[in-house]
């Protein structure tokens, strides 16, 4: 009997991490998204966003009483004595539940979407790593286009993210995003076929 295999999914910001998640959707891939669990255990009523309330004070929340994501982003990557904090609270709770959608998933491989895997060194959590690669005009023309950012600003969160070099220094697969969605639904197709005949070593 094959093992599940878990493909960790990777790749700087603009490098379209979201499209290549959607596109292995489409192929009836269960996608575990880091992203989309941190937004989910910081809602209010989870442990998550009390600790955070009491940490960094009701400055981040909405009128609404919701967590304003913006606001705290900007006093973490403006202060990495928080940001050290945030991870440290989060992670670990992240971490859990990937692993328990991973068992709870029913198919040959599962996508476990890590934005920031090499910089928070989660690559052993995962059989392989998949990073979604462009060159960085394309991210800063993506990112200027998708966040309504200045240029500078762009710059900042590349600069701060791991090297492009990093990344795929820890790849054993590349996607090349700096085509049409076409050429990259080829690709993925392609690695979904070499994924379903895999055996998960662990």
Known sequence: MKKKLKIGLTGGIGSGKSVVGNLFSELGVPVI???????QITKPGHVAF???????GSEILNAD??????KLKKIIFDNPEKKAW???LLHPLIRDEMAKQIVNSDYPYCI???PLLAETQQHPLVDRVLVV???HETQIKRVLERDKISLEQANKIIDAQASRTTRLALADDV???EGSVDELRDQVKALHEKYLKFRSPN
């Open 65 to 70: 009483g919701s967590l304003n994501r913006a």
């Open 112 to 114: 476990v979407m890590i």
């Open 133 to 135: 690669d462009a060159d």
């Open 86 to 88: 945030l991870e440290k």
């Open 175 to 177: 996607l090349h995003n």
């Open 33 to 39: 998204d880091a992203d989309l669990i941190s937004h």
């Open 50 to 56: 009390e600790k955070l309330v009491i940490f960094f």
